[in-house]
């Protein structure tokens, strides 16, 4: 199983550590653990609201294409460390991911 832990920018959230499958999104990981990360575009990267910054464990995930990228520049703080939520899949069974969630009210999105 890999993990993935979630830390988050806004102080009042505690970190959440979760166990994951190859083949999962973290972004629907975070909706079904009750963890708010916007995506207003439905998860098919056509906006930029499910921005996430993944601080180790970039290798467990698909390269960055240039469409993601170009959303990415779009994103509030953008970083080298970016992505997009519903674009990192886990590749690796036994991956050790970290994701640092922005501040999701500084983010136009809908409430989920």
């Given amino acids: ?16 550590e979760l166990e994951a499958s190859l083949g999962d999104n973290i972004s629907e990981l975070a909706d079904d653990n009750d963890i708010h990360i916007n995506h207003n575009c439905g998860r098919v990267c056509a906006c930029s609201t499910c921005h996430v910054y993944i601080e ?44 640092l969630v922005p501040d999701q009210t500084r983010i136009i999105g809908h409430e989920h």
């Fill in 1 to 16: 199983m890999a993990i993935v832990k979630f830390t988050f920018e806004d102080p009042n959230i505690p970190p959440k």
């Fill in 56 to 99: 180790e464990g970039e290798d467990s995930l698909p390269e960055i294409s240039d469409r993601e990228e170009d959303f990415i520049d779009r994103a509030l703080d953008p970083r080298i460390e970016s992505r997009l939520a519903c674009q990192c899949i886990i590749q690796e069974d036994d991956a050790v991911i970290e994701v």
